[in-house]
Structures are given as structure tokens and as C-alpha cells.
């Protein structure tokens, strides 16, 4: 036994101390911790550590730097850019948030909810339901993605172009730093204009800056009523058209506009065939769009006729359904949120979360789209997302009849290069909603200016001056 075999040891049997045997995993199936949600990669964790308390997490923390062993935090392990798994060392301690998942208290008169980092988002949505309010964040991975990673990674979902992504929902932290300390900053202020905001500086940080343990979140009126339309457009031009159509006609009670081309729909038609999909084949693309309206249903789909009846006769929708109840609007969304899975189903692919200026999309889809069939032919292009919010997932699946592993070793690079480089010149961004992770930090390194790089290196080096969380993922720090 090496003299670091025998650290290593040491530094489990310290763990076990603090947060009992059970929950520090070693041996066994330990896949759910250790792989990433896309299959991407696989690593190795020295431990997998389980605290159920934030003055656990600090304990683990201080003794992980005292070992001068390094951390990655984990919530529900859905991330989309390889960035909460360890490496392949068997190196470093996957703390995993999971037992850290209390709703600890809901202020009605402040509207806000505080809960610890490991509460799964669906569990929130439905605790603050049960209190008469909504909690707007929303996405595919609702089930299983925790609090904790939805911060980490400032996600965004479907309802951002009315409340905006979880930065907007967050009003306070509880975060452990590097260090093992505890900063409480839970306040629930809407106004504290006291020096630097460093909620803002752990939100989003991909774990790289510190642990957060708990949060202070915006709640919102439940509205009366939210009603669901999926249309047929005929065009991504239509489709921005109808977004404008749709600000007008129903203003803040526009709470979602997804766009989901044909082949995008396809793959939901191919792998789910018991969802019932609209207009298929019809149009080059549909949209699914919400309104949310605190007056009444029938007031709602007042507005939500007078849109449609506008958009028909500008030509922006061929057709249109309007969900009569909730079992039908819920049909709706799960087509939209189904793409994904259809698309993991279909084989390993390559994604490209963008977000470009919304009135600029369409231009910058056609030439990409062109670029991508002139210089690999065969290549399937799935285009969905969040059209509200200038966000598309513009996608790449290998052609039908290739090997879509040697497809992606070939063909990523080149495929990357090409999208972003049109990314830039329409002043966009290369990952609107995932976050930078292990699987985008070299794209980082050639898409942002110099200045911003060198200012997040030294936040990083202040914060984490030995760069013990997460590191290598979203900078590269020696
Ligand atoms: P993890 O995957 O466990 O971690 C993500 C990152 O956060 C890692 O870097 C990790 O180290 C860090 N982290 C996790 N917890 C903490 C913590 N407590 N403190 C510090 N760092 C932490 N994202 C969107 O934005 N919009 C979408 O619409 C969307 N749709 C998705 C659909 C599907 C089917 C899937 C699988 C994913 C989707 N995502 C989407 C990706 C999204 O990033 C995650 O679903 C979610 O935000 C991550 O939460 P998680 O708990 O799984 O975090």
C-alpha cells in the first residue's frame, strides 16, 4: 500500500465519521453518480459522499481541503455537459446533495420558498402548488433535477420568456465555500444594495465556486387559468412573426413559446408512437405557446382566439389546436418535452444549446442549415427549443446509415466549429441554458473575450485558491 493509498483510506474513514457509514459510497454499482446523463463519459469517484445537513457538507468540505482532495457536487446528475461526474482518477469526492432536499419554510406574505439544495424541482413546483402558488421553473428534467443543480447551472426551461431563468426566481443562497464555511445569505430581499451581489456569482458557477446548500426562491400567484396551443407554421420567419403576434395580443400572460421542427417531431412520433402528435408531415415546423391569465379560462381563450384568428389571417399559423383541459394541455407540453428523449433514444448526437438575437434566428438557421448539408451530407438536423427566449437546440444526429459513435469521434470537432463560427458572427452565445462543463470548456477558451476570461479566473482563484471544486470544469486552471 502506497503512502496516497493510505491518505485516501484515512480521508474515507474521516467521512464516514461525519456523515455515517451509510452514506459514503465506495464499492458496489455506483453508474447513477459516476456516468453523465448523455452517456458522454464515465468516472471513477474515490468516494461517493451523501451529507444530510449543511453543517455536513461543510465538515466534508473542510476535510476534502485539509486531504487536499478535490470535490464535485451533484444534484440529480442530469446536466447536460459533463459536469457533475468525476473523472476517470478515482481522484476526487462526488458529493452528492440528494439527502440535502427539505422545503424548509414557505413565507406566503413574501411569496418566496426556502429549501435545501437537494430538493428534486418537481417535489418544489408540487409543495408550492399545495400552497396556493407556482413555482415557474420548468423543464424535461423536472423529475429528477434538484434545486441545487438548476442554480448551479442557472437553467432556463420552458417558462423563461415570462419569469425568466433561475437567477430571476433566486432571491437568496446558503452556499459552503472552499474554505468549509458556511455563508447564510438566505434574506428573501427583493432590495439589498450592499456591496458586491455574490448570490450571482455562485449562481451558475457549475459548482466551481462553491457548495450551495439551501435557497431562497421567488413564488407566484397561482394563475386561473393556463391554457395550451399547438400550432403548424409555415416558416421559422412564421414562427418569429407569431411570437410577436403572441407579446401583443397576450402580453405578460405569455408564459411559453417553444418552436419543434418536423424531424424534431418525428423522432417523438418514432419512439413514443402512443403520443398523439399534431399536423404531422404538414409543416417545417410547429410551436407549442401558453397563456397564463389571472382572470378567467374564458377570458383566456378570448385572447388565445384573437391571436389565432390574427396569426391565420397574416398567414404566420396554417393550424392551430387549443387544449380544452389540463389532460390535453399536460399532451401538448409532453410532446414538446419529449424530444430529448426521443432524440437520446435515436443514438448519441451533437448538441448546440445557442441563443441568438430572436428577430436573427431564422436567418442564422438557413445558413447554418446550408452549411451543414454542403459539408456533411446525410446529417440529421434537430431543431426545437425555446424560441421565446432566442434559444434553440440546434442538434446533429449522425446520418441514418452511420455509425453515430464513429460519427461523433470524426465528425464533432468539425461540426462544432462550423456551428459556432456562424454562432459568432451572429453575436450569439455557444451555451444559452447547459453551462460550459468539461464538454464545452475549450470552446470557452475561443469564444469569450480574453478580459471576461481573465476577470473568471481570478473570481475563481479568490474563491478557490486551490482549486478544489469541480475543478477542470468551466475554466482551465493550473
Ligand atoms: P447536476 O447534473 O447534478 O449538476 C449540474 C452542475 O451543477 C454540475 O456542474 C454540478 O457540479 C453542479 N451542481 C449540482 N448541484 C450543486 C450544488 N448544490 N452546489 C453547487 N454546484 C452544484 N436545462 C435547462 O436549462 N433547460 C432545459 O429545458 C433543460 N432540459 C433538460 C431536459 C432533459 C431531459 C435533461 C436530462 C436535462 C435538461 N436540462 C435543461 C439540463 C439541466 O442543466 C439540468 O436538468 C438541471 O438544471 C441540472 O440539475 P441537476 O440537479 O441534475 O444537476
Not at 78 to 84: A, E
Not at 156 to 165: A, P
Not at 210 to 218: E, F, H, K
Not at 277 to 282: A, E, Q, R, S
Request: charged fraction near 20%; hydrophobic fraction near 40%.
Amino acid at each position: 500500500m502506497t503512502a496516497t493509498d493510505t491518505l485516501r483510506d484515512t480521508l474515507r474513514a474521516t467521512l464516514r465519521t461525519l456523515v455515517g457509514d451509510a452514506h459514503v459510497l465506495t464499492e458496489g454499482d455506483l453508474t447513477a453518480y459516476e456516468q453523465d446523463w448523455r452517456k458522454r463519459e464515465r468516472g471513477r469517484a474515490l468516494a461517493v459522499v451523501r451529507p444530510g445537513t449543511t453543517e455536513e457538507v461543510a465538515a466534508v468540505v473542510k476535510a476534502c481541503a485539509a486531504a487536499g482532495v478535490s470535490l464535485v457536487p451533484q444534484g440529480g446528475n442530469t446536466g447536460m455537459v459533463v459536469g457533475s461526474i468525476p473523472d476517470a482518477s478515482g481522484t476526487q469526492v462526488l458529493l452528492s446533495l440528494q439527502r440535502l432536499n427539505r422545503i424548509r419554510t414557505i413565507d406566503a406574505a413574501n411569496l418566496t420558498v426556502t429549501v435545501e439544495a437537494g430538493c428534486v424541482l418537481q417535489t418544489l413546483q408540487e409543495a408550492c402548488e399545495k400552497e396556493g402558488f407556482l413555482f415557474p421553473l420548468s423543464l424535461a428534467a423536472e423529475g429528477s433535477c434538484t434545486i441545487g443543480g438548476n442554480l448551479a447551472t442557472n437553467a432556463g426551461g420552458t417558462q423563461v420568456v415570462r419569469y425568466g431563468n433561475t437567477r430571476e426566481l433566486c432571491l437568496g443562497l446558503e452556499v459552503v465555500t472552499a474554505q468549509g464555511e458556511v455563508w447564510s445569505g438566505l434574506t428573501g430581499l427583493r432590495k439589498d444594495n450592499t456591496g458586491y451581489d455574490l448570490r450571482h456569482l455562485f449562481i451558475g458557477s457549475e459548482g466551481t465556486l462553491g457548495v450551495i446548500t439551501a435557497a431562497t426562491l421567488r413564488m407566484y400567484p397561482m394563475p386561473a387559468s393556463q391554457l395550451t396551443a399547438f400550432a403548424a407554421v409555415p416558416s421559422l420567419d412564421a414562427a418569429v412573426e407569431l411570437l410577436g403576434l403572441a407579446h401583443k395580443h397576450l402580453n405578460a400572460g405569455l408564459t411559453g413559446f417553444e418552436v419543434m421542427g418536423d424531424f424534431a417531431l418525428g423522432l417523438v412520433r418514432k419512439h413514443f408512437p402512443q403520443q398523439n402528435v399534431p399536423f404531422g408531415g404538414m409543416s417545417p415546423y410547429c410551436v407549442v405557446l401558453e397563456n397564463s391569465d389571472h382572470e378567467s379560462e374564458s377570458h383566456a381563450r378570448e385572447q388565445f382566439e384573437r391571436l389565432l384568428e390574427a396569426a391565420l389571417e397574416q398567414g404566420c399559423v396554417l393550424d392551430a389546436v387549443v387544449a380544452e383541459n389540463i389532460a390535453q394541455a399536460r399532451a401538448l407540453w409532453h410532446i414538446r418535452e419529449s424530444i430529448p428523449l426521443a432524440q437520446a433514444q435515436e443514438g448519441l448526437n451533437i448538441k448546440h444549446d445557442i441563443s441568438i438575437a430572436v428577430s436573427r434566428i431564422p436567418a442564422f438557421v438557413a445558413e447554418t442549415d446550408a452549411l451543414l448539408e454542403q459539408h456533411f451530407p446525410g446529417a440529421r438536423l434537430v431543431n426545437y427549443g425555446h424560441l421565446g427566449d432566442g434559444n434553440l437546440h440546434y442538434n446533429v444526429q449522425a446520418p441514418d446509415s452511420a455509425d453515430a459513435e464513429a460519427f461523433l469521434r470524426d465528425q464533432e470537432g468539425p461540426i462544432n466549429a462550423l456551428v459556432y463560427e456562424v454562432v459568432d458572427r451572429y453575436n450569439g452565445s455557444i451555451s444559452a441554458e447547459h453551462g460550459i462543463g468539461s464538454l464545452k470548456r475549450e470552446k470557452l477558451a475561443h469564444h469569450k473575450s480574453p478580459v471576461a476570461l481573465g476577470a473568471m479566473r481570478a473570481i475563481k482563484g479568490a474563491l478557490d485558491p486551490h482549486n478544489l471544486l469541480n475543478p477542470g470544469r468551466v475554466l482551465a486552471v493550473d
